[in-house]
């Protein structure tokens, strides 16, 4: 095992010692934790439902996001994760988003560079 792995196990069992109700304190907790397994600056947790009956023709396939946590919620950097959040809440969404959603992994990365298309850089987002 390496190093990364380790440290993610060990998390997981520090996660699973947080009582019921301190969800809030284990999120932080997770957030931190993975900044420094990392080596990173910020981290971003986001949970998304499956509407029951998405509306035929979804792009989505009725994924939608309902909770999104920034540790470090920087003011541009939350404006731009709230506009994604709202925009995946109407009609118009792009490949990316389209990309984000589909297959049937329980768990997936996606590295933009390698699944899109070089044109789609160009582009609004």
Sequence with gaps: MNDFTE??????????????????????????SLCSIFGAHNALWSVVVRLPSPASGDALNGWRPRFVRLLRP??????????QFDTLWSP????????AVSGEELFRTRLLFEALPPEWFDGPH
């Excluded at 118009?92 to 990309?99: C, T, Y």
Aim: proline residues 7%; charged residues 15%.
């Design 92 to 99: 118009s969404v792009d490949l990316s988003q389209i990309l």
């Design 74 to 83: 920087l003011p541009p950097m939350a404006a731009s994760v709230q506009a």
């Design 7 to 32: 440290a993610i196990y060990a998390l997981w069992d520090k996660l699973a010692n947080y009582p019921i109700g301190h969800g809030d304190e284990a999120l932080e907790h997770l957030l931190c």
